[in-house]
């Protein structure tokens, strides 16, 4: 039997293989839980400078929708506010790397958000000297439901999404930030001023967000300790953060930081527990994470790798099924703070320590000073499980807050979910119509797909590098949804 081996050095690759012959189509690689936003409605509006583009934010009406025409925009100066609600900021295109707004450290914040229902999609913001997208409430209206979606940040001065309000009982909230690269990198690094004062997403006083399917990572400094890759406080309440990867920060995610000042309350009292007293972050969960540190800079830093998920003043939240793994220790892994700290920990992985240092945790099922050997690559941060990682296959308790994993695969497949982020199922690969979807390919992974009819590939399938995925059918078709990573080896075949 000849197997022809297809090499794909792009993502995007969409293939039908049907009676001996080979069509490829080239598409946009995106799981089912980072689809491209629909096409725009209302009036357009099209731009293609620096003056155009802040002539149409300035001039925007409720229903515009702005597209960014590809190029790179260097802004020195220029900062964009939409201040109308139900506006939307988006690149022509849909590919965010096509469209950069520069702001080559001059200018302060790349987009001001002070109006509800505003939508910022497929771009990249880099180099701003401040915030690249700052969200505000005004001093007479809440701003809600904002969207960030599909947008690269890259080395913001501070941090890289700003969310508060600036007048009092008026606040951020209701938005979502998904599918989105946020990044800071070793040539943005010595840009960071104010003894590092950087991350991530940085919320105050924001109810009911939700953070997913991001990649946030290399949030540092050689001196300084830099806020948290994901980090909500000042009395924030009800956040959603699951699916995402954190990369290399200083801190991954946290749930509140003070102990006093000036946050928000709720009048129904969320936190009875407290007595009155102060309360930094209230409820919210935070799920299917992947939290990873591996860099030698890092942990030879001032402050290191100091925690993966942190929880100061925090009353109410859920920390449920996430896997944080360093390759060198940390502080802590996971830790709780505070008199006022009162958290569930259930079904988590943690490379090192669960460290408490004050207030109550309730924790279950989680696995701490856990082998590297259980992941497919747990020195170069891929945490998917091994089938040899038995501790965790089948260990979990079944919780009613986690359905799924970090890839949407449902929970469990076996008699038991799965503790930590990933559930492992092996691939039934054979049969007479043979359907793959919702899956990750690991690492140096080799799978033989046989089916009888066919064999259909997506939605929501990755195929990583180094992995070989072999077909044999007479017919072989790749749904929207898949990506095939640089590097990976395809075999598409007929029956023998």
């Known amino acids: 039997m000849r197997i022809k081996q297809l090499h794909f050095v ?5 293939l039908l293989f049907m009676g001996g012959s080979l069509i490829a189509y080239a598409g946009t690689a995106t799981g089912a839980s980072c689809e491209p936003l629909p096409p725009t409605s209302g009036n357009i509006v099209n731009v293609d400078s620096v003056s155009s583009l802040q002539s149409a934010v300035n001039n925007a009406l409720s229903g515009d929708t702005i ?16 201040d109308v609600p139900n506006v939307r900021l988006r690149s022509a295109s849909g590919n965010r790397n096509a469209v950069v707004l520069d702001g080559n450290y001059q200018t302060t914040e790349i987009i001001q958000i002070t109006a509800s229902d505003v939508t910022i999609a497929d771009i990249t913001l880099r180099e701003a000297l ?15 439901n904002t969207l960030i979606y599909n947008v690269r940040i890259i080395d913001p001065g501070e941090q890289a999404i700003k969310i508060n309000p600036t007048g009092a009982g008026f606040y951020p909230d209701a938005g979502a930030i998904a599918c989105s690269h946020i990044e800071l990198t070793d040539n943005g690094r010595p840009h960071i001023r104010n003894n590092c004062y950087t991350g991530g997403i940085d919320a105050h006083q924001a109810k009911d967000w939700v ?16 806020e948290h890759g994901i980090h909500l406080w000042r009395g924030s309440r009800g956040t959603l953060i699951e699916r995402n990867l954190l990369n290399n920060n200083a801190r991954g995610i946290g749930f509140g930081l003070a102990t006093s000042g000036n946050a928000r309350t709720y009048p129904d009292a969320p936190c009875p527990e407290a007595a009155g007293g102060y309360v930094d972050h209230y409820d919210g969960i935070v799920r299917n994470n992947f939290v990873f540190a591996n860099e030698a800079p890092l942990f030879a830093s001032n402050y290191g790798f100091d925690c993966g998920i942190c929880l100061w003043q925090a009353c109410g939240a859920k920390v449920l099924n996430n896997t944080v793994v360093s390759t060198s220790a940390p502080f802590s892994s996971i ?71 970090i890839d949407r695969e449902l929970r469990p497949v076996g008699a038991a979910p799965d503790i930590g982020a990933d559930e492992f199922s092996p691939v039934d690969c054979s049969g007479d119509v043979v359907v793959v979807s919702n899956r990750t390919f690991a690492f140096g992974a080799t799978t033989t797909c046989i089916g009888q009819t066919s064999i259909a590939i997506g939605p929501n399938v990755v195929v990583k590098s180094d992995d070989k995925l072999q ?12 990506r095939i990573e640089q590097g990976a080896i395809l075999a598409v075949n007929p029956l023998p």
């Open 335 to 405: 830790e709780w703070r505070f008199d006022n700290t009162s958290v569930d920990i259930r079904n988590n992985i943690a490379s090192h320590n669960l460290r408490g240092r004050g207030g109550s945790a309730n924790l279950e099922n989680n696995i701490d000073q856990a082998s590297l050997a259980m992941f497919v690559d747990g020195s170069g941060g891929d945490l998917h499980l091994l089938s040899s990682a038995t501790s965790a296959i089948d260990q979990a308790s079944l919780l009613m807050e986690v359905t799924d994993d």
């Open 130 to 144: 401040h915030h690249p997208i700052h969200v505000m409430s005004t001093d007479t209206a809440d701003t809600r």
């Open 211 to 226: 953070i997913r399917d991001n990649v946030i990572e290399g949030f540092w400094c050689d001196s300084g300790l830099s």
């Open 471 to 482: 077909l044999f059918s007479p017919m072989s078709l790749f749904k929207i949804g898949v």
């Open 67 to 82: 597209l960014i025409a590809d190029g790179v925009y260097n802004l020195d100066g220029v900062y964009l506010r939409i």
């Open 10 to 14: 792009r993502l995007g690759i969409y």
